[in-house]
């Protein structure tokens, strides 16, 4: 594999099986603070990050936005997530593409609109250390996706121009933030999106998870 | 609205925000009998026969299949979606579309590819009695979803040729079904598939929910 391009990387549906026990810690969330939205308009604002996602929900839904609300909704999901995580796994292939990469020196990091607090359970699931891994999270930007500040991060943090990275990801947000700074997306199928919904958005190519994208990389990543 | 048309409803993700809670109630049946599957595999399965699910999931898995199997993980799967079902709501407009169907006389029904036993929770929170309006159930009949003999049962019972019936669901086997029967397939999006995979499968248009499906009753029946 030549060494000319890195991976950026979503965590929740992109390495790791946990988009539809989000949707559902939100669900509850949002009904134990008296507001009503279908759980398919869930599932399609996930992997904006938090604050972003609830001020357009909370529009949507005509319901009063102040920030004390939001901390109240994001505390309420936070602990409803608890209760799902010991379901959460890894995504078929995630570890393995992960290992293939470092072993052929391709650079990768890991780039999450989820806050340290929710993510480290996923990062312990999947086997990675962020002490030696990049992780780039909510917390170190001021702006998530559908913005590229995390995308930009993680480049910056590899010591990679973004415009030669690869993002993979498994929602709309992914490649919206990919295209604006000019990185490449990649979409996956293992968060629950549809294949034209992911394309539309923009993506190179689109996947089925992580071992379908591993046993394709030679489509998006030149191996000698 | 001229009276030469009727509907034939799916339930589950049409008439009732249900899908999600039973993705991750047949999550936790699978994990308790030691079948590893992504979620969202489980979720684009949604709608078919729980029969011809499990058996389409066991071979995917490689597992071993056996009637004894299959019943115990319905069971299982039962068990947990009965913890979910405090949270299952109608969707927005739901009760609105049905009533505006029955004041206009159009006749309709429901056509669910569940069993009695969990489609009567949802039909109590829908508001809807089954000694008064049709509902035909996975109970009665031979073949379910993407087979079309639930639809084409439901217009029999209606005494309506299937024909000239308007299949609404979430899914893309109510739209398979509906072009078996020649019926014709209106997608909805509440059950969390993409718009271009219901299009794809044959539906004559999509709509977000019962809501904008009511909102929009004259693209799909005249009305005078």
């Not at 399609?44 to 901390?71: D, K, V, Y």
């Not at 995308?151 to 709309?172: H, I, K, Q, T, Y």
Request: charged content about 25%; hydrophobic content about 45%.
């Amino acid at each position: 594999m030549r060494n000319e391009s890195a991976f950026l990387f979503d965590l929740d549906g992109t390495l790791v099986d946990s988009v539809y026990q989000h949707v559902l810690a939100w669900k509850e969330a949002l009904d134990a603070d008296g507001i009503e939205l279908s759980v398919w308009r869930i599932h399609r604002r996930i992997g904006m990050s938090g604050g972003l996602f609830m001020n357009q929900l909370l529009r949507e839904t005509h319901a009063a936005i102040s920030p004390e609300r939001i901390a109240h909704l994001q505390k309420l999901h936070a602990e409803a997530y608890r209760r799902y995580a010991g379901q959460v796994r890894p995504l078929p292939g995630a570890r393995e593409l992960l290992d293939t990469l470092s072993a052929a020196q391709v650079p990768w990091a890991i780039a999450t609109s989820g806050r340290i607090a929710t993510a480290s359970v996923n990062l312990q699931a999947l086997g990675v250390d962020p002490a030696v891994t990049t992780v780039v999270t909510r917390d170190e930007v001021r702006h998530a996706k559908p913005d590229p500040d995390l995308f930009v991060a993680a480049a910056l943090r590899l010591n990679v121009p973004v415009e030669r990275c690869l993002v993979v990801g498994d929602s709309v947000w992914d490649m919206l933030a990919a295209q604006r700074c000019r990185a490449l997306g990649i979409g996956l199928l293992s968060g629950g999106y549809g294949t034209e919904e992911l394309e539309r958005a923009g993506a190179l190519r689109v996947y089925e998870d992580p071992a379908d994208l591993l046993g394709h990389l030679d489509e998006v990543c030149a191996r000698d």
